[in-house]
């Protein structure tokens, strides 16, 4: 079979974008580390929560142009989606971890041949295209020195390497509308070279409804990094505001609001802290580029990171009144009207509500049936239903603005102490 794509990570990036590849004629072959994924997707089957995925990957799969499987093989074109984490290193405690990348890099590179297009779509520090191109060419070199084979050798000239092409193509969907933004957002092409942004561009055009600009790879890396920071800045600056407003005994939401009504004034939400793969963790890379000249990116992650601590404190204060305090905490998920709990600020602050013994905590999470792992074993905490919390509760702490909790009936909360980190009783 020859492919006419061949997708690297089959995660809540890769597989749908394999999948809308395959459904509009595309020859796709998908490729995942691990065998429970690459199995699941071969079934028809999905790994993931994300609304409608299901239908697209069987769609996928039963047309048979979309196969899974643990190594690549040669296409005309190779998507690199994989995650881009931090680590630990002495200079800095979130440093950018290309090793994910990398790895891919080198493993699609015995494949890639003369012509054929190489995009990078994971969230990337500005030069990582350029090093995904060095990766390939340092990969061709040595199957060369180790191998007497003519195309092997060929492709240690530099001839070969430029008939390559490498393109920078971020993807900008948001968790729970991933399949109508992947179709409807405009997208940024970010080309090594002029023809490479052209021929991502002329890819992506296959399911793309939108406009799709061209510019070079490294504006396309931080322009995708700008994005989530701008939203970081403006959520910090939301966040700050909630704090300053606590202590001036404002409400922070009627002022947001009024604030608002300027033609010009657009201020986000305040909220427990952020959350997410993305947002919490972009600016940094920004940060890790240009470590003096990022002052204000910084200090915005700063901000909203110690925003989880804040609340706790806040908690803490209410629950001192009480001998034995319960507390009914609404919501894990990072977001509203979803169920992901990672790298949520809920989950931080029941944490340590938990750790520091501050009272009983009945935790209420509609879109989850038990409780993450990292909340199990404390004695002092349950996961409960909404109106049982309410009853029992001497504080009412909200989490998360799930549609379900912005319907309670108010008379309920006349006795309690409430706590609206989301503004959705105010
Ligand atoms: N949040 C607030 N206040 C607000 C808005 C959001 O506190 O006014 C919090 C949310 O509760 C959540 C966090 O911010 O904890 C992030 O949520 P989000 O909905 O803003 O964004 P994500 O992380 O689900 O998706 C973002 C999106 N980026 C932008 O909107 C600029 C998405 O388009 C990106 O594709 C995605 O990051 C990504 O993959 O980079």
């Known amino acids: 079979m020859k492919y006419d794509l061949c997708v690297i990570g089959l995660g809540y990036i890769g597989l749908p974008t394999a999948s809308i590849f395959a459904t509009r004629g595309k020859k796709v072959f998908g490729v995942d580390v691990q065998k429970n994924v690459v199995d699941t997707i071969n079934k028809g089957k999905i790994h993931i929560v994300e609304p409608d995925l299901d239908v697209l990957v069987r769609a996928a799969v039963q047309s048979g142009n979309l196969v899974a499987g643990l190594d690549p093989v040669p296409a005309d074109t190779f998507i690199i989606a994989v995650p881009t984490p931090f680590k630990v290193t002495a200079e800095n405690p979130r440093t950018p971890d290309l090793a994910y990348v990398e790895t891919a890099a080198r493993k699609i590179a015995p494949h890639v041949r003369a012509g054929n297009l190489v995009v990078l779509e994971s969230t990337s520090p500005v030069g990582t295209t350029e090093k995904v191109r060095e990766w390939i060419l340092d990969e061709w070199k040595s199957l060369a020195s180790g191998s007497a084979s003519a195309t092997n050798s060929a492709r240690l000239s530099e001839d070969w390497i430029a008939k390559v092409q490498f393109a920078y193509c971020p993807e900008r969907v948001l968790p729970g509308q991933i399949l109508h933004e992947l179709v409807s957002n405009d997208r940024i092409a970010g080309g090594l070279t002029p023809e490479a942004a052209t021929a991502a561009s002329d890819l992506y055009k296959c399911f793309c409804n939108s406009e799709i600009f061209l510019t070079n790879a490294a504006t396309a890396e931080m322009a995708k990094l700008t994005e989530n920071s701008f939203r970081d800045v403006n959520i910090a600056f939301a966040n700050e505001l909630s704090i300053i407003c606590d202590r001036l005994k404002i409400n922070v939401w009627e002022l947001i609001r009024l604030a608002n009504r300027h033609p010009r004034v657009k201020i986000l939400q305040p909220g427990p802290g952020v959350g997410g793969h993305c947002i919490a963790v972009d600016p940094w890379f920004i940060v890790d580029s240009a470590p003096k000249e990022a002052r204000l990116i910084r200090t915005a992650r700063e901000v909203n990171d110690s925003k989880p601590h804040y609340v706790v404190h806040k908690i803490q204060d209410r629950a001192e009144r009480f001998k034995s305090p319960v507390i009914a905490c609404l919501g894990l998920a990072f977001k509203a009207d979803i169920d992901d709990l990672r790298e949520s600020p809920s989950v931080e602050i029941v944490h340590d509500l938990a750790t520091k013994k501050i ?68």
């Open 359 to 426: 009272g009983k905590l009945l935790v209420v999470e509609p879109y989850v049936k038990k409780l993450p792992a990292a909340l199990a074993s404390f004695e002092n905490l349950q996961l409960t239903d909404l109106p049982g919390a309410l009853a029992a509760a001497d504080i009412v702490v909200v989490l998360v603005n799930h549609r379900e909790f912005s319907r309670v009936d108010r008379k309920l909360l006349s006795e309690k102490i409430v706590i609206d980190t989301r503004g959705i009783w105010s």
